[in-house]
């Protein structure tokens, strides 16, 4: 069993920076392709970046250069460091792997 914690998120104002943190733990495979999604409220979850398991990253238009994906294998923690950011990133943050989701972490944008 694959289990995902995020931490990281609060509140911040527009312009600002935070980075999200997503711990893996249980029977995960080496190097495993992760990815961040958000959900805003009132929408459809939406995927804001991936890292394979070579480390290639890609990342949603809105978000290409702003957020960062990277990862520590050593920690099984994959990072999103998120900068400039504005209130349209006001979502729940969730990570996921093999087909587990963590339980996410509310990043808020609002001055």
């Known amino acids: 069993q694959v289990q995902l914690v995020e931490s990281g998120g609060g509140l911040v104002q527009p312009g600002g920076s935070l980075r999200l943190s997503c711990s893996a733990s249980?029977?995960?495979?080496?190097?495993?392709?992760m990815a961040w999604h958000r959900q805003a409220p009132g929408k459809q979850r939406e995927w804001v970046a991936g890292?394979?398991?070579?480390?290639?990253?890609n990342y949603a238009d809105s978000v290409k250069g702003r957020f960062t994906i990277s990862r520590d294998n050593a920690k099984n923690t994959v990072y999103l460091q998120m900068n400039n950011l504005k209130p349209d990133d006001t979502a729940v943050y969730s990570c996921?792997?093999?087909?587990?989701w963590g339980q996410g972490t509310q990043v808020t944008v609002s001055s």
């Open positions: 890292i394979s398991s070579g480390d290639s990253t």
């Open positions: 249980g029977r995960i495979f080496s190097r495993p392709a």
């Open positions: 996921n792997t093999m087909g587990k």
